[in-house]
């Protein structure tokens, strides 16, 4: 099982399946990380926290508890 919290810079994957339970895994649905979506590392902060993404067309920052919750392929 591979994360998103583990994806190298520049790399372009597509959401797997989402972990997590209620609240957080809505929180996460409604920025618009959803099953089939691809999503691409633009940046990780100095100290790797958090990290920002594309998806959708548009820029995310992501925090590497709520990024180790989304499965990749």
Do not use: F, Q
């Amino acid at each position: 099982m591979k994360t998103l919290k583990e994806v190298n810079i520049g790399e372009t994957v597509t959401v797997k399946k989402l972990h997590g339970e209620g609240a957080i895994k809505r929180r996460i649905m409604d920025m618009g990380i959803t099953k089939g979506v691809s999503v691409t590392i633009r940046k990780v902060a100095p100290l790797g926290d958090p990290i920002e993404i594309t998806v959708r067309g548009y820029e995310l920052s992501l925090r590497k508890a709520d990024a180790e919750m989304i499965e990749v392929e």
